[in-house]
């Protein structure tokens, strides 16, 4: 998508050398994409040229969302942003574009699997280049990816596994081969025992493992990546997650002795805002008006992420409780949240009452962090993807965690029960709506709603405090930044 600015390029004051070049690809799902593109940012404002690879498909639905960014530059999302250190590349995922990714999940991820190597695989060395082009480069790609180690090595060149889950989902898919070996995954009757032997993490339940390491059905596409991924990860030079040291400090101490694994988040736009660069692949809403309007601390902010499904019923069941809790409330409803063949899976009325004394407000998207930053929010209804989870703390907004899929699940363990920052509300196929309505009153109104906020307050602070000077983030950030110069030749610290 054009040519690399000559700046990216230009001599850095290091003896005449290159800028270090950093190749970012996110995998291609919504919650992956936001936290690449601000590392990426982060990356230029440090001193690195950066080459930013989206799928042509992600591409398409942030461009058609109108989320262009304001600064102009046609279809470069990142025109304006990253001081023209950032080149903006597409890579075909191997579908046309006219493609439901979302209703053939299954399909899609073979393709994930099978067929995008090979397209990345090009891209990357038309990209890195040879000689001394491929000496001054490092690859940050996600972990999920299945390809990273293998093609860092054939170019040559480092390889960064970018984590976007917290360090606990990471030692566990790490030492899976601990759990299968003490029968706790990957056979046809898993024990349901306390599991206390993965380095790093204490007593977990069964029940608190990501979705897909609680499955007894192994041989699925999903499980084929994180398998194959994992393998891969094994073969990083570094490890950058998103996460904060204090929040997890022994699962990262642990997997220090494995291999350099730094911890730098929060990953958030800069002032907590909407982002300088176009990342939604849904159209926003603007809601400000409406939350303008409501007393403060008196709104349930609802939404359950961009990637996984609810079931009509589940659906209907939340609607209903929160309807009976009286709470105002404003919700997204992504348009195939249940799925992209069931536009309108609310129960029937219920937008009519929620609009009738005007307490409520259902969206198809909005910019998550003025949301949750906005006085009017008392409460978050979520789904526990690790992005919301984040920006929930850093708002000081308590959370109510119906988890849906993979990493959410333990996910709302670390908020429930090592934070106690919100409360669990349900289950997968278990959950009423008087559950709903009993837990969202306790929170919204309830002496208990108070000590969820003292908690998450400090949780707040801690987040807050590790990106500030001097913080544990900050010095993981400047610790990885001065190593990828050192082994790509742009120099330490300035």
Same mark, same amino acid.
């Given at each position: 998508?054009?040519? #690399?600015?000559?700046?990216? @390029? ?16 996110? =995998? ?7 936290? /690449?593109? $601000?590392? +990426? ?11 930013? !690879? ?36 597409? !890579? ?15 399909? =899609? ?24 082009? /491929? ?23 480092? =390889? ?23 029968? $706790? ?26 979705? =897909? ?14 398998? %194959? ?6 073969? +990083?030079?570094? !490890? ?36 300088? @660069? ?13 939350? /303008?309007? #409501? ?14 499904? @609810?079931? %009509? ?18 919700? !997204? ?34 910019? #998550? ?42 996910? %709302? ?41 003292? #908690? ?30 050192? %082994? ?7």
């Amino acid at each position: 998508m054009g040519q #690399q600015p000559q700046d990216a @390029v230009a001599a850095n004051g290091n003896g005449g050398g290159k800028r270090p070049h950093a190749v970012v690809i996110p =995998y291609p799902l919504q919650g992956h994409v936001i936290p /690449a593109v $601000h590392l +990426a940012l982060r990356l230029a404002a440090r001193g690195f040229a950066v080459t930013f !690879v989206n799928t042509e498909s992600v591409h398409r639905q942030i461009t058609s969302s109108g989320g262009r960014h304001g600064g102009g530059g046609g279809d470069d999302i990142f025109a304006g942003a990253g001081g023209g250190a950032i080149r903006y590349e597409l !890579v075909s995922d191997g579908f046309p574009l006219g493609f439901d990714r979302s209703l053939n999940h299954d399909q =899609y991820m073979e393709g994930v699997l099978h067929v995008l190597p090979a397209h990345v695989d090009e891209l990357l060395r038309r990209v890195v280049g040879d000689g001394d082009d /491929a000496a001054a480069t490092c690859l940050v790609a996600d972990t999920f990816f299945v390809w990273p180690a293998t093609l860092a090595r054939k170019l040559g060149v480092p =390889y960064v596994s970018f984590w976007t889950e917290p360090a606990i989902i990471f030692s566990l898919y790490y030492h899976m081969d601990l759990l299968t070996k003490n029968g $706790h995954f990957n056979c046809k009757e898993p024990r349901k025992d306390t599991i206390t032997y993965v380095p790093g993490v204490e007593a977990i339940e069964p029940g608190e493992l990501m979705s =897909y390491l609680q499955d007894t059905d192994t041989t699925t596409v999903v499980h084929r990546i994180i398998f %194959r991924a994992f393998e891969e990860a094994r073969g +990083a030079d570094y !490890v950058v997650c998103n996460t904060v040291e204090e929040l997890e400090p022994s699962t990262i101490a642990a997997l220090r002795r494995e291999r350099p694994f730094y911890a730098v988040g929060p990953i958030l736009p800069a002032g907590f805002a909407r982002s300088a @660069v176009a990342t939604s692949m849904w159209a926003e809403s603007d809601c400000s008006r409406w939350l /303008a309007a #409501q007393p403060s601390r008196s709104v349930l902010y609802v939404s359950f992420g961009s990637y996984a499904h @609810v079931t %009509r019923r589940e659906l209907h069941e939340i609607a209903r409780g929160v309807l009976a809790s009286g709470a105002r409330f404003l919700w !997204v409803m992504r348009p195939d949240i249940v799925s992209s063949d069931d536009p309108d899976p609310l129960p029937e009325g219920f937008a009519a009452a929620a609009a009738a004394d005007g307490r409520g407000v259902v969206v198809p998207w909005c910019c #998550q962090v003025e949301v949750l930053a906005h006085p009017a929010v008392a409460a978050f209804l979520t789904h526990c993807g690790w992005n919301s989870i984040l920006e929930s703390a850093w708002a000081g907004v308590p959370m109510l965690c119906f988890p849906l899929l993979t990493d959410q699940f333990t996910n %709302r363990r670390l908020v429930v029960r090592e934070w106690r920052a919100g409360v669990a509300v349900g289950d997968r196929g278990a959950v009423d709506a008087g559950e709903v309505r009993a837990k969202i009153e306790g929170v919204m109104r309830g002496e208990e709603g108070e000590v969820l906020r003292e #908690q998450v307050g400090k949780m707040r602070a801690t987040l807050h405090a590790a990106v500030a000077p001097g913080g544990s983030s900050r010095r993981g950030f400047d610790e990885l930044v001065d190593e990828l110069k050192r %082994r790509c030749g742009g120099g330490g610290r300035h």
